[in-house]
């Protein structure tokens, strides 16, 4: 078995062993000073803490197997000066999360670290770093709070608050779906967040269950605003691949075109779909790949949230089918737009800019239909007969005088009987 040549590897070791539950500080402390004490030949190394914990039956080989990446990542982490990095809380897509304690400010951060594949991509790194900063700036409670960006060693990391709690993914693995009151109670505090962000000229293009975290005290919170993409947002999509929670569940059609002038309406499709999968416990669109799900984001039409669950409110299937168009001319215009319908919808009020928003689009729908006809009005017989005729005067003073002769007749009959 090979040597870890990182300096902080084995006390990183032990602690994980600890914290893991493995084995007790006082079992694992023993097997330090047992590699103090060995007796080491000139040029060989001294033992591992890791084959001395196993020797002393401390841990298994195969647990120690198993915690061995997560102490190489964490000693790596342990690289940040000024920050003691405690423990790993999560990896997605791109990067690894890690709880860690800010020793100037002595306060508890989660720091996201990249890994070094993205060294080679330097615009992607300018990117990394000037959003990050300007992200620092944003302050809002139900954003994740963003504060810094920095390099240590090859890594590149961004700094942010720790939030206690748990994600809307993990509840989604959990419960299924939510009851609507909680869902609308989580949707307006991300609308606000949005609605803050994209004031301040901010997109964040993955609005998603997993990027929305409630924290001990209920409070939901927004995470990585700010957080530049690698890859388009087609290429994210498709690294997801295979992942129950994947990033194409919740994408907008425009990213999935790869239209280059995606603005903040993606993020109110996004939120739309987070809001479909809260209250139905379903994704909107589901396939067996990557590509199926963006086909379905591109052409297919949505089941209505309340065919798949019965009791939800008429207003909140009109607040998910407004998020949803798939032309970002029919959804709400902004984020406070979908703010003022949520929580009128929490009220047990009508969502009026919903409403608004599906009457312009059926007249637009209307005006489509029309269209042809008008442009060339002899194409199409029944609009060519039937639009003059209802116009005419002639035919309405024709209409009137039906009516009061049959008024008559009634009449007639009346006076006839008595
Ligand atoms: N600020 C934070 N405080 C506490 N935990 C966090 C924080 N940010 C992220 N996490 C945890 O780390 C996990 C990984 O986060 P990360 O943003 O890397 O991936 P993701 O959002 O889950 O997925 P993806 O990479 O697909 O966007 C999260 O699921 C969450 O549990
Ligand atoms: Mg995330």
């Known amino acids: 078995m090979g040597q870890n040549t990182q300096p902080n590897f084995d006390s990183v070791l032990g602690r994980i062993v600890v914290e893991q539950g493995l084995s007790t500080l006082e079992e694992v402390q023993q097997c330090v000073e047992r590699q103090r004490a060995s007796v080491v030949e000139e040029g060989t190394n001294p033992p591992s803490l890791g084959d001395?914990?196993?020797?002393?039956?401390?841990?298994?080989?195969?647990?120690l197997e198993r915690i061995k990446p997560l102490?190489?990542?964490?000693?790596?982490?342990?690289?940040?000066?000024?920050?003691?990095?405690?423990?790993?809380?999560?990896?997605?897509?791109?990067?690894?999360?890690?709880?860690?304690?800010?020793?100037?400010?002595?306060?508890?951060?989660?720091?996201?670290?990249?890994?070094?594949?993205?060294?080679?991509?330097?615009?992607?790194?300018?990117?990394?770093?000037?959003?990050?900063?300007?992200?620092?700036?944003?302050?809002?409670?139900?954003i994740v709070q963003a504060f810094d960006v920095g390099k240590a060693g090859e890594y590149h990391y961004f700094v942010m608050e720790y939030v206690e709690g748990r994600t809307v993914g993990d509840d989604l693995s959990s419960?299924?779906?939510?009851?609507e009151k909680d869902?609308?109670?989580?949707?307006?505090?991300?609308?606000?967040?949005?609605?803050?962000?994209?004031?301040?000229?901010?997109?964040?293009?993955?609005?998603?269950?997993?990027?929305?975290?409630?924290?001990?005290?209920?409070?939901?919170?927004?995470?990585?605003?700010?957080?530049?993409?690698?890859?388009?947002?087609?290429?994210?999509?498709?690294?997801?691949?295979?992942?129950?929670y994947g990033t194409p569940y919740y994408i907008s059609p425009e990213q999935i075109r790869g239209q280059l002038d995606v603005d903040t309406r993606a993020d109110i499709y996004g939120l739309g779909a987070t809001l479909y999968h809260m209250v139905t416990g379903k994704v909107p669109f589901d396939g067996p790949n990557p590509s199926a799900v963006m086909h379905q984001h591109l052409k297919a039409d949505l089941v209505p949230p309340d065919e798949l669950n019965q009791n939800l409110s008429a207003g909140i299937c009109e607040v998910v089918e407004a998020c949803m168009a798939k032309d970002r001319d029919k959804r709400f215009n902004t984020s406070a737009d979908l703010l003022e319908d949520v929580e009128a919808v929490a009220n047990g009020e009508s969502p009026l800019q919903a409403r608004m928003k599906f009457d312009i689009a059926s007249l637009a729908a209307l005006e489509d239909k029309a269209d042809p006809a008008q442009q060339n009005p002899a194409t199409d017989p029944r609009q060519a007969a039937g639009a003059p005729l209802a116009s005419h005067p002639l035919f309405w003073l024709a209409v009137a005088g039906w009516v009061v002769a049959c008024a008559a007749v009634v009449v007639a009959v009346i006076v006839a009987n008595s």
């Open 71 to 142: 102490a190489e990542e964490v000693g790596r982490g342990q690289q940040i000066s000024g920050y003691r990095i405690i423990k790993k809380l999560g990896a997605g897509a791109m990067a690894t999360v890690y709880m860690a304690e800010q020793l100037s400010l002595d306060r508890i951060v989660a720091i996201k670290v990249l890994p070094r594949k993205y060294n080679n991509n330097q615009q992607y790194i300018e990117r990394f770093h000037a959003e990050g900063k300007a992200a620092a700036k944003l302050n809002h409670p139900n």
């Open 175 to 179: 419960l299924g779906r939510y009851e």
């Open 52 to 63: 001395l914990m196993v020797e002393g039956g401390v841990v298994t080989r195969s647990q």
């Open 183 to 244: 869902a609308l109670q989580i949707t307006i505090q991300v609308a606000r967040a949005l609605d803050h962000a994209h004031k301040a000229g901010f997109i964040h293009r993955d609005v998603k269950p997993k990027n929305i975290m409630i924290n001990s005290e209920g409070v939901a919170k927004l995470a990585d605003m700010g957080l530049a993409r690698a890859e388009s947002d087609r290429e994210a999509a498709e690294a997801e691949k295979g992942k129950a």
